[in-house]
């Protein structure tokens, strides 16, 4: 690893959780594409290679002032939102706060202070502004359409990761009830006994407190003999998670509650058309009709209908499969947010002088 020097960076993007989540994941995308027109490094215990960082200990040892003058301090959490107040307050660092809110619930007190004592708010949806008490700018994440993209050949993407060669539903991500799997596996298990043809891919980990969950949901599956075509393989890597989007003919996003959630727009520019429950951000994702669907949460019997409508009209799905991922492209390359954020950026820099 080389790591910056901090007297040349002008934003610091802090990631203080060790394990993999949905900030890092936008820390990892995001920071090496801004490097490209802002002085920016990353803050972290552990990211790849190719992500610009600085040490943590170089926090408190930096030089007060950065190259601009201000740096910005960008959190995406309250930890981080509080370390940038010590490092101002504290050790007399000139930061200018920023923080993005992906949550999609009320703020508890300490959180609201928090927020109160930033410079500048980024929301990642409308739905999350409307929980703030202040005004922020709405910048919905985007993805790599380039790493993200249809397959040549859907068949042999299928065949050389070992499945079922018929139509196949998936979803990807963390296995528990607030993600909705249990609701997936309940509609898939209806789904598949009428289609002899068809398959369905949990893919997602589950921690130590949902085993028991995933457990259950194995064995509901079980139950019903359809283990052969009803696949729960093992997470894969980040670098090799397009691949399975390629093998889909169509993607699930079953969750209850989630803040933003990614995985939509990783199928769709796959040229997969998904359906989504009405949480998070998925209703300014999908286009009902065009890219998928949108369905209540907990709602098993809609999905078992918006799914049975695409598979059972093949012309139907293929032509919202063509729809998803020009949506994707015209609407949420990563270029797009990460520029975005670098506008606010140059906005707290100058501010600042």
């Known amino acids: 690893m080389t790591y910056r020097d901090p007297g040349q960076i002008d934003v610091l993007a802090p990631n203080f959780k060790r394990r993999l989540s949905g900030v890092t994941a936008t820390v990892v995308r995001l920071v090496p594409l801004q490097a490209d027109s802002i002085a920016i490094a990353a ?64 703020h508890t007190g300490y959180s609201k202070w928090l927020i109160r004592q930033m410079d500048a708010l980024i929301s990642t949806s409308c739905k999350t502004a409307d929980y703030l008490d202040r005004p922020s700018r709405v910048i919905l994440h985007g993805i790599d359409t380039g790493n993200f993209s249809p397959p040549a050949d859907r068949a042999a993407i299928k065949a050389s990761l070992g499945l079922p060669p018929g139509p196949i539903v998936g979803c990807f991500g963390r296995i528990r009830a607030q993600k909705g799997t249990d609701v997936f596996v309940d509609a898939m298990i209806e789904l598949l006994r009428d289609r002899p043809k068809a398959a369905a891919i949990v893919m997602g980990r589950a921690t130590e407190k949902h085993r028991g969950f995933e457990r259950d949901l194995k064995a509901r599956v079980a139950a019903t003999g359809l283990s052969d075509r009803f696949l729960f393989p093992p997470e894969v890597p980040v670098h090799d998670i397009a691949r399975w989007y390629q093998a889909l003919d169509l993607f699930i996003a079953p969750q209850r509650w989630e803040g933003f959630g990614l995985t939509p727009l990783e ?25 998928g669907a949108l369905i209540p949460p907990g709602d098993v019997a809609s999905m078992v209908s918006a799914a049975a409508k695409l598979l059972d009209d093949p012309s139907e799905l293929s032509r919202q499969s063509a729809n998803a991922r020009s949506h994707v492209v015209s609407d949420f390359g990563i270029e797009r947010e990460a520029e975005a954020i670098v506008t606010i950026y140059r906005a707290l820099l100058d501010a600042a002088e």
């Open 43 to 106: 803050v972290a215990p552990a990211l790849p290679d190719h992500v610009p960082q600085i040490r943590r200990r170089d926090l408190l040892t930096m030089s007060a002032s950065g190259p601009s003058g201000h740096r910005v301090w960008h959190a995406r959490r309250n930890s981080e939102m509080l370390a940038g107040l010590v490092l101002k307050h504290l050790f007399r660092k000139r930061l200018k706060l920023l923080f993005t809110s992906a949550s999609q619930r009320r």
């Open 267 to 291: 199928a769709m520019a796959c040229g997969v058309p998904v359906i989504a429950t009405t949480v998070g951000a998925f209703e300014e994702l999908i286009v009902p009709g065009e890219t």
